[in-house]
């Protein structure tokens, strides 16, 4: 009986990635992610890097890969082939960026896995989300999670509450912000842990054209 890990991967810096995620990654056999592509070009760096030389030893390892693509749409028809694979082998489920799950597609496949008897790991690291938070300078000791907001929407003003965003819309969601919270203090955050990452409360900083995925976090402070 296999072991299902759940794995974070760097959101930008590939520097960010632990040990023993890469362990997991170069030596579980099937891989459930989001973009096989994205996936299978980061295994491979990663086992370039190990080739070049590494803190600790890999025994063995798989000589065949085998991926199996994990989307919003699709999610629940990779549960039972996942399943499948767990019977005899371990799986890494992993996202395009950061910790799965996070505003990620594999809740529903934990949870089967979980129903199922199979052993659920986390294998933690990089989270936008963290990340952020602690470099933000925002209020910590309470905040609320909010993914991406859908189009009716509240703030608890009681904390901190942070939402991602994409690019084509940041800007106007930071907008209808300051016009339902006028005295809403707002830190924006993207390219976190990359050459241009930024972390600012001046969000007249973002360019009519911006890039990458961003967070947002809205506090409410004195």
Same mark, same amino acid.
């Given at each position: 009986?296999?072991?299902?890990?759940?794995? =974070?991967?760097?959101?930008?810096?590939?520097?960010?990635?632990?040990?023993?995620?890469?362990?997991?990654?170069?030596?579980?056999?099937?891989?459930?992610?989001?973009?096989?592509?994205?996936?299978?070009?980061?295994?491979?760096?990663l086992?370039?890097?190990?080739?070049?030389? /590494?803190?600790? /030893?890999?025994?063995g390892?798989?000589?065949l890969? *085998?991926?199996?693509?994990? *989307?919003?749409?699709?999610?629940?028809?990779?549960?039972?082939?996942?399943?499948?694979?767990?019977?005899?082998?371990?799986?890494?489920?992993?996202?395009?960026?950061? /910790?799965?799950?996070?505003?990620?597609?594999?809740?529903?496949?934990?949870?089967? =896995? *979980?129903?199922?008897g199979?052993?659920?790991?986390?294998?933690?690291?990089?989270?936008?989300? &963290? =990340?952020?938070?602690?470099?933000?300078?925002?209020?910590?000791?309470?905040?609320?999670?909010?993914?991406?907001?859908?189009?009716?929407?509240?703030?608890?003003?009681?904390?901190?509450?942070?939402?991602?965003?994409?690019?084509k *819309?940041?800007?106007n969601?930071?907008?209808?912000?300051?016009?339902?919270?006028?005295?809403?203090?707002?830190?924006?955050?993207?390219?976190?842990?990359?050459?241009?990452?930024? &972390? /600012?409360?001046?969000?007249?900083?973002?360019?009519?054209?911006?890039?990458?995925?961003?967070?947002?976090?809205?506090?409410?402070?004195?």
């Amino acid at each position: 009986m296999g072991t299902l890990y759940v794995v =974070a991967t760097p959101i930008g810096n590939l520097e960010d990635i632990t040990l023993r995620a890469i362990r997991i990654l170069l030596t579980t056999e099937v891989v459930a992610c989001e973009d096989t592509r994205h996936t299978g070009q980061l295994i491979k760096i990663l086992s370039e890097n190990v080739k070049k030389g /590494t803190p600790f /030893t890999l025994e063995g390892g798989p000589l065949l890969r *085998r991926f199996i693509s994990v *989307r919003d749409w699709n999610e629940k028809e990779s549960i039972d082939k996942i399943l499948a694979e767990l019977k005899d082998h371990d799986v890494a489920l992993v996202s395009d960026a950061g /910790t799965p799950l996070i505003s990620d597609p594999g809740f529903k496949i934990v949870r089967a =896995a *979980r129903s199922e008897g199979y052993k659920v790991s986390p294998i933690p690291g990089p989270s936008a989300l &963290i =990340a952020a938070l602690s470099a933000a300078g925002v209020p910590t000791d309470k905040f609320v999670f909010r993914g991406f907001l859908p189009k009716k929407w509240e703030l608890d003003t009681s904390m901190t509450n942070v939402i991602y965003e994409s690019p084509k *819309r940041v800007k106007n969601t930071i907008e209808q912000i300051k016009l339902k919270y006028p005295t809403a203090k707002i830190t924006v955050a993207s390219e976190l842990t990359k050459i241009h990452e930024l &972390i /600012t409360m001046n969000y007249e900083q973002i360019s009519d054209s911006p890039k990458g995925e961003w967070v947002i976090l809205i506090s409410f402070d004195q």
